[in-house]
């Protein structure tokens, strides 16, 4: 992950966190828990989709889920 995608994905975990109120830690644990979630869903399909995504652990941070959304949006 590049430094300008760490920045661009810290700067928009900060907007949400403000906008809702709480902090960005707050922001982040509620991604992590959509991603465990949804990685837990008894669809095949999308925990393939999940498998694929680029991570250093076995669940994918929020930073790394949301960066792998960025890619594939600008790609």
Not at 29 to 49: A, G, K, T, V
């Amino acid at each position: 992950m590049t430094k300008q995608i760490k920045k661009l994905i810290h700067r928009k975990l900060e907007i949400v966190a403000q906008d809702q109120g709480v902090s960005v830690e707050e922001v982040r644990r509620e991604i992590e828990e959509m991603i465990q979630e949804s990685m837990n869903s008894p669809n095949d399909i999308i925990r393939l989709r999940w498998a694929s995504i680029p991570r250093e652990g076995e669940v994918p941070t929020a930073e790394e889920f949301m960066a792998h959304v960025v890619c594939r949006v600008v790609q």
